[in-house]
């Protein structure tokens, strides 16, 4: 009896295994198949998944270049805008050097001025006893050399003080645009509370805005009244934000940063050629102090330079010699930052 269960036993798994043998031939096939479809959608998702790696990376390196590209053209675009504005600040109208040198006259009255003080000078030129031969040099001096180095001394001494002010009027724009307030506010800030010049140069800007012209193009504009680098550099900065964005107080303040360091070198430079400046001084004054100092030792020999043709033409050849030596070393001593 016990011998038999064993024999049934063994051949109810003999029998469970050959239905498990002849069951795993017919599904071996539709097991291999849902193998092959498991990793060949394994694979295609990996492939979709890379597909849109590359594509997103594609799509990064596509914006990267559109932005430099906008970038590219935004900085040719001001760059012939500002080679158009340095013809003009080179050599500006007569009305444009008044308004840069903060002169608030027509040019009509301007005009009046200047043969106004060419009589004078030529009447002063005359009472001092000068030939009649000096007196049409001196009414053209007068007329047009005195007033207009009036009205270049003027803008230089402007730019002069906008230079000294106009970093602290930037660094002011950057703690308004770090508050939180938008970048108007702060010119409108400095519109009303700074020094001038730099005071009167926002109020421009403010006025254009006033006027429907954008905040860029009407801090563009100020280099034509404010004839320095520094001033362009602030409106290619704001054009540059504007088109191609990016953090404004922070390129503000680089901006600021490095018209300090301009400042800087400019006052390095200006003590370095201190001594050569002194020596052009010198060398400069130095025929004039032994013509004095011969005068006053012995009259009778220095006379007749002007007293007699020939001296006047050795005075008149001296003169245009020690111009051109007076303008060669002051070439040579004056350095543009």
Known sequence: MFGLDIMMIAFIALAGCSAGAVAYAFMFNSIAEERKADRRLETIKKAQTDRAVVKASRDRVAEVAKRRKSIQDSLKELDDRQKSRDSKIRKPPLKMQLRQAGMSVTVERFHIMSVVSGLVFTLIVFVLGAPLVVLPGALAVGILGLPRWFVGFKRKRRVKAFLNEFPNALDVIVRAVKSGLPINDGIRLIASEAREPVKTEFRRIVESQQMGMSTPEACMRMGETMPCPEANFFGIVIQIQAQAGGNLSEALSNLSR????????????????????????????????????????????????????????????????MLMGILVMRKMINFEV
């Open 258 to 321: 490095v018209l300090r360091n301009r400042k800087k070198m400019k006052a390095k430079v200006q003590a370095l050629s201190m001594e050569a400046k002194a020596s052009a001084v010198i060398i400069g004054a130095l025929p004039f102090i032994v013509a004095f100092m011969v005068y006053v030792t012995s009259p009778t020999y220095i006379m007749p330079l002007f007293t007699t043709s020939i001296g006047h033409l050795i005075l008149g050849v001296s003169g245009i010699w």
